[in-house]
């Protein structure tokens, strides 16, 4: 069998124009990136590199919880069905398909992008956040917790979640 390899690619990108009146003074226009083009991350464990990526689509009854846990102790499997103990979070994505939701600090364990239990982030349908942590990556040390929470309430959320990192 031959060996897995994994890569990731996040690209975050925000262009604004705005057109003058008159055509004669044309338009102006900027965009900002994570990178030229995204980011990117070849297979492994060192700066620049990852050797898991995670995939999940989530479907929560009102109220519900979904709790994760991107160390050893989350039993979380990669793509590739190979388990999951991250020491850098690279990318994180959370996508808020119906719905909606929060991505909430537990009170323990949490991961280092909060600064508190409870600290929050709330999406509401068609909405996503995304946070590219760099080539060396978030560490994580012993804080790889967090949960997505349903905040619509009797209808329900769904969620589409992708996180890559280095085991």
Do not use: H
Request: glycine share 14%; hydrophobic share 40%; with cysteine.
């Amino acid at each position: 069998m031959a060996a897995s390899v994994t890569s990731a690619r996040l690209v975050i990108s925000l262009q604004g124009v705005a057109t003058a009146a008159s055509p004669l003074t044309g338009e102006t226009s900027r965009t900002l990136e994570n990178g030229s083009g995204g980011a990117r991350w070849t297979d492994g464990q060192a700066s620049g590199m990852v050797d898991r990526v995670y995939e999940r689509d989530g479907t929560l009854t009102a109220a519900a919880v979904d709790t994760y846990d991107v160390l050893a102790a989350g039993g979380l499997k990669d793509l590739q069905g190979r388990a999951i103990d991250l020491d850098e979070l690279k990318a994180f994505t959370l996508v808020c398909v119906t719905g909606s939701i929060k991505l909430l600090a537990p009170a323990t364990n949490f991961l280092p992008l909060f600064g508190a239990t409870g600290d929050f982030i709330n999406l509401t349908a068609g909405q996503t956040q995304a946070f590219d942590f760099g080539a060396a990556g978030l560490s994580l040390g012993t804080s790889g917790k967090f949960n997505v929470v349903d905040t619509a309430g009797g209808s329900g959320s769904t969620y589409s979640l992708m996180f890559a990192g280095s085991n």
